[in-house]
């Protein structure tokens, strides 16, 4: 059976500038994994590279959704072979409710209309979501609100690879807890998670299958807990020592330990 996501020595670059070098990751159905790393060390730019923003070029390697190539897809159709993203600061869309985008998503997808109704439905129940499905799509709703919508709407499309590009970022404590519940509840064998984030607080509330370590533009280091325990006590230096990997000019300060578990988000 083919892996959910199957990412292979992947290069590219940005304004002429390379981001991800040899970078290589899998993530079988069934499984969560956690990609963390410090700020500019291109987490994001994964993401768009294999959601296929413009502005970004794909250099060498191959990216695979489900055994489907997503080089040679446009961008909805990457989506359409399963392939879906949480965005780090959902965009508001006045004038578009919740319930009528999903419909549209869905119709998209090939979801016939009744069934993707009673996805909503049952989700929206679920998910405390009924109250928000006639409001403009993610208008006046709270950080920790805009999050679980994202996971509500990945209920309902039931894709086959999710990426949730930080997923925890300006969070309280109670919403990131709210926000992994909601993420552990929807492991299946139909699907792969990918969390992107550089706190190692979400990890408290779930339980990654797998760990990557990325810094560089390339994943340095794969693990389980321990590797979680060894970036809350040390933060990225501790792995930069451990692995022999110098600091770039260009790398943001190292930050403490115990910023890691902080409120603040940040933009990557």
Known sequence: MSSALDVKELDAAI???QILNDLTIEVPFGEIHALMGPNGSGKSTLCHVLT??????VLDGSAMVDGKDLMSLAVDERSRVGLLQSFQYPTEVPGVRLREFLLQAAE???IPADEAAERIAAEAERFGMDRFLD???NQDLSGGEKKRSEIFQMAV???RMAMLDEIDSGLDIDAVKQVAEAVEGMRSPDLGVLIITHYSRILRYLTPDRIHVMIGGRIVDSGGSELAEELEAGGYEAVRERLGIERAATDEPERKPADFFTDTPFDI
């Open 52 to 57: 296929g923003k413009a502005e970004y070029e």
């Open 108 to 110: 998209e997808r090939g």
């Open 135 to 137: 409001r403009s799509l």
């Open 15 to 17: 304004g002429g500038k």
């Open 157 to 159: 499309l039931r894709p």
